[in-house]
């Protein structure tokens, strides 16, 4: 399960009306039909993030159903381990596309949410970092660690820019997760072991390990608190 599932799946149990986005329609709408088998409230809304004409979709339909919008998990993101390479060696197609999905994407959407947003009085918005956006620890992915670095730019930037309005905006930075993303390196047993030994608390993490923080700051409970990058990492970034 990729931490975008869980966090969906997480909202809707705690009460939330869950729009869940995705490329993948087949993903999407299982999701979605399993909440809803649960008496909880979903849908899915195909959207490629990187696509204004995508995104202006989503959030039309998302406002739509359901009046407006509170919060914001923005969570759409791709790792092309393959095709990602040091800068001298990296293809602008391959720079372009994951930017267009990692960081383009989140600023679409982060756009077009600050309009409920504004016109409702306030919300919150979550982004997801990365380690690899705050120091050189993947020196072979350029334009990932480059995208999850304009992430929490971006982050800063929005939480000073719109706290008089009442819309706070976070940003969650994971370290080494067992999730699909991550299958390309974890899938070996002698690379897993050391990834797992990097890190402090001794296990790599889950998705359920972010699915509280999400809704911590999605909530009332955190309502002092915007402009910060929330490390959930296992104390990786701290050695």
């Not at 995104?55 to 406002?63: C, I, N, R």
């Not at 299958?183 to 897993?192: G, K, Q, S, V």
Request: aromatic share 8%; proline share 3%; glycine share 10%.
């Amino acid at each position: 399960m990729g931490l975008g599932r869980a966090a969906a799946s997480r909202f809707a149990e705690e009460g939330a009306s869950v729009v869940a986005a995705d490329t993948n329609e087949a993903d999407g709408t299982k999701l979605a039909e399993e909440l809803k088998s649960r008496g909880l409230e979903a849908m899915f809304v195909h959207t490629d993030v990187s696509q204004e004409c995508a995104v202006k979709t989503l959030f039309g339909q998302a406002v739509a159903r359901y009046g407006k919008i509170d919060v914001l998990y923005n969570n759409a993101a791709i790792l092309l381990a393959d095709r990602d390479r040091p800068v001298h060696e990296i293809s602008l197609e391959t720079w372009d596309y994951v930017m267009g999905v990692n960081l383009r994407g989140a600023f679409l959407c982060a756009k077009y949410a600050l309009s409920s947003m504004l016109s409702n009085g306030g919300g919150s918005i979550i982004f997801l970092g990365s380690p690899t956006g705050l120091v050189g620890c993947a020196p072979a992915l350029t334009a990932y660690s480059t995208s999850k670095a304009g992430i929490m730019g971006l982050t800063r930037v929005m939480a000073a820019a719109y706290a008089r309005d009442r819309i706070r905006v976070n940003s969650i930075v994971p370290g080494t997760m067992d999730t699909p993303m991550n299958n390309y390196i974890l899938t070996d047993p002698e690379a897993r072991e050391k990834y797992r030994e990097a890190v402090p608390l001794g296990r790599l993490g889950t998705p359920q390990d972010i699915e509280g923080l999400a809704v911590f700051l999605a909530s009332d409970e955190s309502a002092y608190c915007t402009g910060g990058l929330y490390m959930c990492d296992g104390g990786l970034t701290a050695v």
